[in-house]
């Protein structure tokens, strides 16, 4: 059964940049497309970023072009989120999840990490 795993999150200034991990246990992530998800205060959980399962395929949300970074490492078993440039609404917890198809809605991704909280304020 794979297992994710988030890397602690924390608190970041505007302006600042944190990165990301998400590391994958119990089977290989090389046949899984692996989305980023948040989910802020009082909102439902959206996607951020998803790339496929051998990265050529990436795809972000219009809220983070240009400021956020998807990349995988198959043979560490692990995808990353660069984000750069944050903001205060950036503020979430960041989840990672896989599916054996590309990313879609949060219902339709089968594995989950339990996520991590971001935090961006001065």
């Known amino acids: 059964q794979l297992q994710l795993v988030e890397s602690r999150g924390g608190l970041v200034q505007p302006g600042g940049s944190l990165t990301l991990s998400c590391a994958a246990s119990g089977a290989t992530l090389d046949y899984y497309s692996v989305g980023w998800f948040r989910q802020a205060p009082g909102k439902e959980r959206e996607g951020v970023s998803c790339?496929?399962?051998?990265?050529?395929?990436?795809s972000y949300a219009d809220s983070v072009k240009g400021r956020f970074k998807i990349s995988r490492d198959n043979a560490k078993n692990t995808v990353y989120l660069q984000m750069n440039s944050l903001k205060p609404e950036d503020t979430a917890v960041y989840f990672c999840?896989?599916?054996?198809?590309?990313?879609?809605?949060?219902?339709?991704?089968?594995?989950w990490g339990k996520g991590t909280l971001v935090t961006v304020s001065s």
């Open positions: 790339i496929s399962s051998r990265g050529g395929s990436i």
């Open positions: 999840a896989a599916t054996l198809q590309w990313c879609s809605s949060p219902a339709n991704m089968p594995f």
